[in-house]
């Protein structure tokens, strides 16, 4: 006999599962009794159940397995839905479980009562409520299958505090594996004989259901092809930076002269990718329903290929075992598009290695240029939303698969919640963070959470006092009417410090290599406070840009 919270741990643990991310809640006790001295899965601690969600969506991004975090009713499952959010978004396998209310008081608005499948019914790809504890294995199998299934994202489910604590003798549900959609021969045929007539082709990959398999056969195919490569938003680490074949990514704040490539492209190859409305330049570099471009979407989710987009030819595929049969296909005697593709390449070398100099006397740009010189190529590198994730995208080269953490669904907060389960997770890599000051301040209470598991990241705070997209957003449509974007921060190094870590303000170019030095050497969580220009809006743009008068 077991009460239904060692059921349900005993369920994770089969799945493999090794982290679980929480913020304690009344409603869970007999969960929190299951981890209790659990042999192999770690319980971790948080601050806010938004920030133990990004957590958990970060291991699943990582892994290609759910991540697995615990809230509590009412204002818990609230607070977590940012985090079902991204996952949502970013197609990434998630499980929230949520305490809810007894069964026998539900529906009066008992203390803290959600309904939470309508609350999540847009978010989540399956949300269901457990009411019978001999039923708890049966429905985590579904939530792990279904989190996998198609296009990965989070699953929640709801746990009734009194099946929780009830007991059962059930036996356990077996482990669930991922279950992959494959195209079939004929359909790699078709995508490969258009492929070989066209004459200025584009492969454009990203979305989840990536695996360092995936990326291997992509690297293996587009350099028998001699095909250009660009990677769809926060996709950067799909193929390896340094591939001949990489153009760049295609995402915000795009090179202009790769948005012009995919637009004169006669052939678009989409794989992995939905091709959302940061990736396709608000849907204006392939115009719905029918681009200019021929359109090939490969995609793990049927639903997907055509739900923007009317494709010439549409294959519903996992991308590793359609870019492996592929690879497998001999490439064409005559590419005419093997110089454009040298081209490309040689423009993203140009645009990710000459850096446009900025105002203010800490440019933000060195001190990503210095940081990716010093980092091994499976170091980690997070960042949320902001302006300020633009020098990250130009500037760091993503070297293999598994390396980027980054919101596809531009929410703030996010890098450091996963830099946390990065290092947690990936213990022996390095994991490095970026966040702007607004970013970080709305999950910044996640640094006592890796001072507490002892999780070694660098958090590097991009403090300019204000919120710079929105500033950037209100001078050129309002000017001269600034209102509500400006911050009055508080010393960040200080905040490292208090929690007995190491922190330090760099203030100009010339700090930036000890700095860096002397916080990588500190073994612990580390925080660097960039007291960057508020000037500098982007890589290419300065405050005073919007400024000038209008000839």
């Known amino acids: ?55 958990a969506e970060a291991v699943g991004k990582l892994t290609g397995r759910p991540g697995i975090a615990f809230v509590t009713r009412g204002p818990g499952a609230t607070n977590a839905a940012s985090g079902v959010h991204v996952a949502r978004q970013d197609s990434t396998p998630m499980i929230l479980f949520v305490g809810q209310v007894p069964l026998a008081m539900r529906d009066r608005e008992a203390f803290q009562e959600v309904d939470y499948r309508r609350m999540f019914a847009p978010l989540a790809k399956w949300v269901a409520e457990i009411e019978e504890v001999r ?47 494959a195209a079939s021969p004929a359909a790699v045929t078709a995508v490969a004989e258009r492929l070989a007539r066209s004459s200025r082709p584009f492969l454009l990959v990203g979305g989840g259901g990536w695996n360092a398999a995936a990326s291997e056969a992509l690297a293996r195919f587009a350099a ?21 074949s990489y153009a760049g990514d295609v995402g915000i704040a795009v090179d202009p002269e790769l948005a012009a490539a995919v637009r004169d492209s006669d052939l678009v190859l989409a794989v992995g990718t939905r091709l959302d409305e940061i990736t396709t330049g608000g849907y204006r570099l392939l115009v719905p329903p029918v681009p200019a471009q021929r359109l090939i979407h490969v995609h793990p989710a049927a639903e997907e290929v055509g739900r923007s987009y009317r494709p010439e030819l549409a294959v519903v595929s996992d991308p590793a075992p359609f870019f492996a049969e592929l690879a497998d296909r001999p490439a064409p005697a005559v590419r005419p598009w093997a110089e454009r593709t040298r081209a490309l390449h040689a423009r993203y070398l140009v645009w990710s290695g000459e850096p446009d100099p900025g105002p203010g006397e800490l440019r933000l740009e060195t001190v990503v240029r210095h940081l990716a010189s010093l980092l091994p190529e499976d170091a ?7 302006n300020y994730t633009g020098w990250v995208h130009r500037y760091y080269r993503f070297r293999r698969y598994g390396t980027q953490l980054a919101p596809r669904s531009g929410s703030m907060g996010y890098a450091l919640p996963a830099a946390v389960a990065a290092k947690l997770a990936r213990p ?16 910044m209470q996640e640094f006592g959470t890796a001072c507490q598991h002892e999780a070694a990241v660098l958090v590097l705070v991009v403090n300019n006092g204000i919120y710079a997209t929105i500033r950037m957003h209100q001078e ?4 001269g009417r600034v209102s509500g974007t400006a911050m009055r921060n508080p010393d960040f190094a200080a ?6 870590a190491f922190g330090a303000r760099v203030t100009h170019d010339g700090e930036v290599a000890d700095a860096l030095a002397e916080a990588r050497r500190s073994g612990g969580p580390a925080i660097l406070d960039l007291a960057v220009a508020p000037e500098a809006l982007t890589t290419r743009l300065a405050l005073d840009d919007l400024r000038q008068p209008v000839a």
Do not use: K
């Open 135 to 181: 039923r708890i294995p049966e429905y985590v199998a579904r939530a792990f299958h279904i989190a996998m299934a198609g296009r990965p994202g989070p699953v929640v489910l709801a746990l009734p505090e009194d099946v929780l604590s009830s007991a059962a003798e059930v036996a356990d549900a077996p482990p669930v594996e991922r279950a992959a959609p």
């Open 476 to 479: 050129r449509r309002y000017p």
């Open 224 to 244: 028998a092809w001699e095909l250009p490569v660009g990677t769809a938003f926060r996709c950067q680490d799909h193929l390896d930076n340094r591939h001949p």
């Open 428 to 443: 022996d890599r390095e994991v490095v963070c970026f966040a702007g000051d607004g970013c970080f301040q709305m999950t």
């Open 380 to 386: 980690i590198v997070t960042n949320g939303a902001g």
């Open 495 to 500: 905040l490292a410090r208090a929690y007995g």
């Open 1 to 55: 006999m077991r009460h239904g919270g060692r059921i349900l741990v005993d369920q994770l643990a089969r799945n493999g599962v090794e982290l679980v991310f929480q913020v304690p809640g009344e409603s869970f006790l007999a969960v929190l009794d299951g981890l209790h001295g659990h042999p192999t899965v770690r319980t971790v601690t948080g601050r806010q159940e938004g920030g133990v969600a990004m957590m």
